[in-house]
């Protein structure tokens, strides 16, 4: 430090000024650059290719202002339900001891898992003032209520989700485009099939679809065909009782008095809920894996431990695999919102592991550097098809002066990025 002291005093007021105008540089993404190797890396058709679609993402379907929106998020879905079933005894006592346990009601999958937590503990007995029957009812009652909120259609054919399908569809590729989700609707399923673009999501059979870990693990299905993994179970995934064992079915929409395999969680209070579940969340660990594997994140709040564990874990260990998060909003909250990081999980991943990269609106941390947008340069060689996903955004205040910023953890202006280059190949790419 002393040295670096020294040196400053000794240079000329000048070489000072352009130094800070040196580190200003340092500090900012390349906006072009980086879309570019987005677009290139996205048109390999011999690379491990998946997408992570989470709950931001049916945010992004338009809809009328009063039926917006199409799914509520995690939060507003929680809202819904304890609105419902604010008047049921069992419940308020449930929520209750949830809050004394030092969690919030504030997240129905969290009211889901210290339920099934209790659940584990209860058999023939009481536990914090419930039954193992009282404990069931609760749980049957949640899921159907999120089974309610959930079992919606698309507005059009016109949707992010269409988009997205669109694109998978778009190319015969080596090796076949991965989709992971943790959201239970259809609403990816009801855009695959509506665009005809063959996929398998580990079940089996016509009647009543089986889980077949073995085609799973073992990758024992068609190229052509894409994947499709819920992480945490779907609105038409249900229990049934065959001899003495609960085996998992699913149906081709939601079955009424079905048990539902919503949010699995981690617990492993059942081996039957718990095997679809680490399934895929091995799948998951096997695809990051996978040499020069490339996973986009959409909609993801990095709000789950277990996942994030899963990813990063997998990170670590293949260095040529890259996780590129896309986020929703500014790196920081507003002063209205109370400030701070917006998503403070993933920014402290992402600044220890080189690739994992968090792109928001104004800021991005690329292998592990966290800078500002740069500004776009409008030249001949700039390409005007990525130029026009670089937003130059007044700054309140600056005397008219812009930044950079780059939407895409918006999900409808990402898959418009993917609309804008379907059809184009490698060399078209490279090209541009």
Same mark, same amino acid.
Not at 7 to 28: L, Q
Not at 402 to 416: A, Q, Y
């Given at each position: 430090?002393?040295? &670096?002291? %020294?040196?400053?005093?000794?240079c000329?007021?000048?070489h000072?000024?352009?130094f800070k +105008? ?5 500090? %900012?993404?390349?906006?072009i ?12 058709d011999n690379e491990a290719i ?5 709950a931001?993402c ?5 809809m009328?202002?009063?039926k ?6 995690v939060?507003?879905l929680?809202?819904?339900i304890?609105?419902?079933?604010a ?6 006592c449930?929520?209750r ?5 030092g %969690?919030?009601?504030?997240? $129905? +999958?969290d009211v ?11 058999k023939?007995?009481?536990?914090r003032?419930?039954?193992e029957?009282d404990?069931?009812?609760l749980e049957k009652? $949640?899921?159907?209520? &999120? ?8 507005? *059009?054919d016109?949707t992010?989700?269409h988009?997205l399908c ?11 485009? +991965?989709?992971f989700?943790?959201?239970?609707d259809?609403?990816?399923e009801q ?12 079940f089996?059979?016509?009647? %009543? @679809?089986?889980?077949?870990?073995r085609a799973?693990?073992? *990758? ?5 065909? @894409? ?7 779907s609105?038409?995934w249900?229990?049934?009782q065959?001899?003495?064992e609960?085996v998992?079915?699913? @149906?081709?929409s =939601?079955?009424?008095g079905? @048990?539902?395999?919503?949010? =699995?969680?981690?617990?492993?209070? +059942?081996?039957s809920r718990?095997m =679809?579940?680490?399934?895929?969340i ?13 996973l986009?994140l959409?909609g ?14 997998a990170?670590k260990s ?7 998060a ?8 507003s002063e209205?919102?109370?400030g701070?990081e917006r ?7 992402a600044?220890r592991q080189?690739n994992?990269?968090?792109?928001t609106d104004?800021?991005?941390? &690329?292998?592990?550097?966290l ?7 409008s030249?001949e060689?700039v ?25 895409l953890?918006d ?5 418009n ?9 490698v060399?078209d790419q490279l090209?541009?």
């Amino acid at each position: 430090m002393k040295r &670096i002291s %020294k040196y400053f005093e000794e240079c000329k007021f000048r070489h000072w000024v352009k130094f800070k +105008e040196f580190i200003a540089v340092i500090h %900012k993404h390349d906006p072009i650059r980086h879309l570019s190797y987005l677009r290139q890396s996205l048109s390999q058709d011999n690379e491990a290719i998946g997408f992570f679609i989470s709950a931001g993402c049916p945010l992004a379907v338009p809809m009328p202002s009063d039926k917006w929106p199409l799914i509520p998020d995690v939060k507003n879905l929680t809202i819904a339900i304890n609105a419902v079933l604010a008047a049921d005894n069992e419940y308020s006592c449930l929520l209750r001891e949830l809050e004394k346990s030092g %969690k919030s009601r504030e997240n $129905i +999958e969290d009211v889901l898992s210290f339920l099934r937590s209790l659940l584990a503990v209860s058999k023939g007995g009481e536990v914090r003032g419930l039954t193992e029957g009282d404990l069931n009812k609760l749980e049957k009652k $949640i899921c159907d209520e &999120i089974v309610k909120k959930l079992d919606v259609v698309h507005p *059009n054919d016109e949707t992010p989700y269409h988009s997205l399908c669109k694109w998978v569809g778009s190319i015969d590729r080596k090796i076949a485009i +991965e989709i992971f989700t943790t959201n239970y609707d259809l609403l990816l399923e009801q855009a695959l099939e509506e665009l005809e673009v063959p996929y398998f999501d580990g079940f089996v059979g016509s009647c %009543k @679809s089986f889980f077949d870990l073995r085609a799973v693990e073992d *990758n024992m299905i068609p190229e052509h065909w @894409s994947r499709l993994w819920k992480i945490h179970g779907s609105i038409n995934w249900h229990q049934e009782q065959k001899g003495d064992e609960r085996v998992v079915w699913r @149906s081709s929409s =939601p079955k009424d008095g079905a @048990s539902h395999l919503i949010y =699995p969680s981690h617990l492993k209070y +059942e081996e039957s809920r718990k095997m =679809p579940y680490l399934a895929l969340i091995d799948q998951l660990n096997r695809f990051i894996r996978r040499k020069s594997s490339f996973l986009i994140l959409n909609g993801y709040s990095f709000n789950d431990g277990h996942l994030n564990d899963a990813i990063v874990n997998a990170l670590k260990s293949n260095p040529t695999g890259m996780v590129l998060a896309l986020q929703y909003g500014s790196y920081e909250k507003s002063e209205k919102e109370g400030g701070g990081e917006r998503y403070p999980n993933a920014n402290r991943l992402a600044k220890r592991q080189h690739n994992l990269n968090v792109w928001t609106d104004d800021k991005a941390i &690329i292998g592990t550097n966290l800078g500002d947008w740069g500004k776009a340069r409008s030249t001949e060689a700039v390409d005007t098809d990525l130029l026009s996903f670089v937003n130059a955004v007044t700054v309140e205040g600056g005397g008219g002066a812009t930044v950079s910023h780059v939407k895409l953890g918006d999900f409808l202006e990402f898959t418009n990025f993917l609309k804008k280059f379907i059809g184009l190949d490698v060399g078209d790419q490279l090209e541009k």
